[in-house]
């Protein structure tokens, strides 16, 4: 069994190149001819994941943040294991921080079975926790098999019913994933091999790509074909429905990254315009909840003109200083007609912004400085209205299962809760300076 060549450089090959235009570009890049399924929670992924392994012929690539062993997740590692012993080539990247909990014997147990596994930037000891590029974690979530098959979400590779923290669990943590088949897959590929080759060569083909681009006339080379190619759309009409998955194709779908090279703002910049463009509805589920500037007044301006704004929130609080930190936003966005909701069946990791039916993204990032501005992170967008359907009908479950906070009466609410942001803008930027973020990238 082979593994990845151990350094991909791109050299004057265009046609390598080419395949990795969409990184180029600093905007979501749109391909036709995709099937997208949303997967509610991990009940829904894991066992399409286990399937799509179990049916994998060349390779498995996976990245994810956090793992824990047993429940749901073993099922995902057995289906690996299994993959390999048909000589399907494995390659599993692993953030530090994520899977600190993991005991080293399993990981070890991983390999001898044949599984390529990589740890992404592993932190031990004070030295390690002091260096500013170990604040940078991989939260991503991701999975794509033979090239063709992906999934992408907010979906750590966890049982649904337990918490690393608190224990088990009778009712699952809210979570999406979705899976997506065809070119859009692709990208998420390129990252999953960018990260493990980073975790393991300290290079990847990002590197490699820049400097390729730096040649006078391959940048505009690279625009040109890309959008030539971008939106081509195979022999099928628009809105057909595939007897066999019940999924409506072709469908418009990016995957767009957040990382510290190319695409910094990329995923912030497609909501913040997502947002802006909305005449109906605007619908945002998310656990950590403190946008920067820009983004909230997108939020007031689009309640403001009669959009429908809705935030889910956790109601179930995991972290407090998370939830503080979201409370503290509550009267300015209430103020212009925003409403938040709490959830309150179980804990809320979703990561979900559906736009008027038409545009939606899932993924790993949240709305709060960690996400927008340190984190490397991934997200699918769908532009497609059975898709964002589908989405707004299991959104609107969510929404009735969860509690509206009413907005404050309290006269004295309002100059607390200007010291409380004070202070909290001072923590966000105080950590984002730790991080390496320069200042004028976070505007509260």
């Not at 750590?156 to 065809?182: E, F, K």
């Not at 200007?418 to 730790?434: F, H």
């Amino acid at each position: 069994m082979q593994g990845p060549p151990r350094h991909l450089s791109f050299g004057d090959d265009a046609t390598q190149s080419l395949s990795l235009a969409w990184y180029a570009q600093r905007r979501p890049v749109f391909t036709g001819g995709n099937r997208v399924a949303l997967l509610r929670g991990g009940d829904e992924l894991f066992p399409a994941m286990v399937q799509a392994i179990d049916a994998a012929q060349e390779s498995v690539w996976l990245a994810n943040y956090l793992t824990g062993t047993g429940g749901q997740a073993d099922l995902v590692f057995d289906a690996l294991a299994r993959a390999v012993r048909r000589g399907v080539a494995v390659q599993v990247v692993m953030d530090g921080v994520g899977s600190r909990e993991v005991p080293a014997a399993f990981w070890q147990s991983l390999r001898h079975q044949g599984i390529q596994l990589a740890i992404y930037r592993p932190v031990a000891g004070l030295l390690s926790a002091l260096n500013s590029r170990n604040w940078r974690r991989m939260h991503l979530k991701l999975c794509v098999v033979d090239e063709d098959l992906g999934f992408v979400g907010g979906i750590n590779l966890i049982d649904d019913r337990h918490d690393l923290v608190h224990g088990w669990t009778t009712q699952p943590r809210l979570d999406y994933a979705v899976q997506v088949q065809g070119p859009a897959a692709l990208p998420v590929q390129h990252t999953i091999r960018a990260m493990w080759t980073r975790a393991t060569l300290g290079r990847d083909w990002r590197d490699d790509l820049i400097e390729w681009m730096k040649v006078p006339g391959r940048m505009k080379r690279l625009r040109r074909v890309w959008q030539q190619a971008r939106l081509r759309l195979p022999p099928v009409e628009q809105g057909q429905i595939s007897a066999s998955a019940g999924i409506r194709l072709p469908m418009r779908a990016a995957f767009v990254l957040r990382d510290n090279l190319r695409q910094r703002r990329t995923i912030e910049q497609a909501s913040l315009q997502a947002i802006q463009q909305a005449r109906a509805n605007v619908d945002i589920v998310t656990p950590y909840f403190y946008p920067g500037r820009a983004l909230r007044r997108a939020l007031k301006h689009a309640a403001d003109r009669g959009v429908r704004v809705r935030l889910l929130l956790q109601g179930k609080v995991d972290y407090k200083i998370a939830a503080i930190a979201a409370r503290a936003l509550y009267d300015e966005l209430q103020a212009h007609g925003v409403r938040i909701f709490e959830y309150q069946p179980s804990w809320l990791h979703a990561k979900v912004l559906c736009v008027d039916d038409e545009w939606a993204t899932v993924g790993s990032s949240n709305l709060d400085p960690l996400s927008m501005l340190v984190n490397l992170e991934g997200n699918l967008i769908v532009r497609d209205r059975g898709f964002a359907k589908t989405l707004g009908a299991a959104l609107a479950r969510d929404f009735a299962d969860s509690a509206e906070v009413p907005r404050s009466s309290d006269a004295a609410q309002p100059r607390s809760t200007r010291w409380m942001r004070g202070a909290l803008n001072w923590v966000a930027k105080l950590y984002l300076r730790l991080a390496g973020v320069r200042r004028r990238d976070w505007r509260d």
